[in-house]
């Protein structure tokens, strides 16, 4: 049960209207972290600058789920994946923000980490009407 609710909490479809049988959904990027041992603090301070940057860059905020029962994972990340122009965009507003962004960092403070790109919300009337299309 609590899997089942994890899901929907995790998938923001709990309260998602009905949507239209083959309507196109957004592609959304998932990430499960769990921190290197010792190393909880500085993903934390890794993902502020992360949202500090997006937000000067004025790029959607992140979800981001902290773990408190369950699996193995740390945290939990909802993002839309960058398009064309996101990425110039991030380096401008790092460097407005005096932050030198060092993508070797990641791999110190992070011990594991899986990105999926999911489309969502939707329904199961909806994936069924797009099979069978």
């Known amino acids: 049960m609590k899997t089942i609710i994890l899901a929907l909490a995790l998938g923001g479809i709990a309260f998602t209207p009905q949507m239209a049988a083959a309507q196109e959904v957004p592609e959304t990027v998932v990430t499960a972290m769990h ?10 301070e890794w993902m502020a600058q992360i949202d500090a940057i997006r937000a000067e860059a004025k790029l959607a905020p ?8 369950g699996a193995n994972w740390d945290f939990f990340v909802v993002e839309a994946p960058l398009v064309d122009g996101e990425d110039e965009m991030m380096e401008a507003a ?9 993508p070797s960092v990641f791999r110190t403070i992070v011990m594991d ?5 999911v489309g969502g919300p939707t329904t199961g009337a909806a994936i069924l009407a797009q099979m069978d299309e």
């Open 35 to 44: 921190a290197a041992p010792g190393k909880y603090r500085a993903v934390v």
């Open 62 to 69: 992140r979800q981001i789920y902290r773990h408190r029962n």
């Open 94 to 102: 790092a460097k407005r923000l005096g932050i030198k962004p060092d």
């Open 113 to 117: 980490h899986e990105d999926t790109v």
